[in-house]
């Protein structure tokens, strides 16, 4: 029997995606939990992390949620008000489990993948704002996402007994300046109402594909990364339109000049109404793109 060539890794920079028919199988499962009533915060973060490194499988998503239901009993009973919790969970994570961020989580696509966040110990801001949610809830508080302008932190309480904490700064409970101070330092505005309503699953989940996006969007080598963010973003039950313009420029991009050719004409179709601009820009891209067959 001749001797099998070693299996080759696929031709992308680590971490690597996971072969066709897991990836087929992650989106459907994706869509499915965000069209479900109640979406799982954590299991969408999950398939997206399974979307991005094809070593993360079954056994290892099922062992990030123990380790978060394990964190989780870890908590004190029921502490008391808000800022009993937002103190009891920043010791437990931030103090204890050393969870928090550093300047150069923004260069790693790792820090927006909640099993890498898990095990690093390490994270963007909105990523390690979902373990504080997800421990934080396991163990009966009432907490939720507050995606303020540029950084992204977790609410203890309610909008009349309200208690915010920074998980980038190990949970560190923020004042009202503090607060100010963030909003004013990423927009130069003031702290509004509006800004502190607690975000929903789903925004959080469309958030974390846009900083995807954004990561590889600055590394134009990294366009698989791009187009998997975005064609999951397309799977959510709210989505813009632009999301096919984008898809149908990545593909072109990575040489798939007919279907994404094909995905801008479709895209020009639904804007045709609204903005005739960018149709005759989408069709145009279209034809350019059919151009590089010949």
């Not at 109640?38 to 973060?45: E, F, I, K, R």
């Not at 437990?92 to 790693?108: D, H, M, Q």
């Not at 950084?151 to 309200?162: E, K, N, P």
Request: glycine fraction near 8%; charge should be negative; hydrophobic fraction near 45%.
């Amino acid at each position: 029997m001749e001797p099998q060539e070693p299996a080759r890794r696929p031709a992308f920079p680590p971490p690597y995606p996971p072969p066709p028919e897991r990836s087929a199988e992650l989106r459907r499962r994706f869509a499915e939990e965000a069209r479900s009533q109640w979406p799982d915060l954590s299991a969408l973060c999950l398939m997206i992390g399974a979307e991005a490194d094809g070593t993360l499988d079954e056994a290892g998503m099922d062992a990030a949620q123990i380790e978060l239901d394990e964190l989780a009993g870890r908590l004190p009973y029921r502490p008391g008000e808000p800022l009993a919790w937002a103190r009891a969970v920043g010791r437990l994570l931030g103090g204890t489990n050393g969870f928090r961020g550093t300047a150069g989580e923004y260069e790693r696509l790792e820090s927006s993948l909640l099993h890498s966040v898990l095990r690093r110990r390490r994270g963007l801001p909105i990523l390690l704002s979902v373990v504080w949610m997800e421990v934080a809830r396991r163990a009966g508080a009432p907490v939720y996402g507050v995606a303020l302008p540029g950084h992204f932190v977790v609410g203890f309480g309610t909008a009349g007994d309200r208690v915010l904490a920074d998980p980038f700064e190990g949970g560190r409970v923020l004042s009202g300046a503090d607060t100010e101070l963030l909003v004013a330092g990423a927009t130069g505005a003031p702290l509004e109402p509006s800004m502190l309503v607690p975000a929903a699953p789903l925004q959080v989940i469309q958030r974390i594909l846009n900083n995807i996006r954004a990561w590889a969007t600055a590394r134009p080598e990294r366009s698989d990364v791009a187009l998997w963010a975005v064609e999951l973003a397309m799977l959510l039950p709210s989505r813009p339109a632009r999301l096919r313009y984008d898809r149908g420029r990545l593909l072109v991009q990575r040489g798939a000049f007919t279907e994404g050719a094909a995905e801008l004409d479709a895209y020009a179709e639904l804007v045709s109404v609204v903005d005739p601009t960018a149709e005759e820009k989408a069709r145009a891209q279209a034809h350019a793109a059919r151009a590089l067959l010949n």
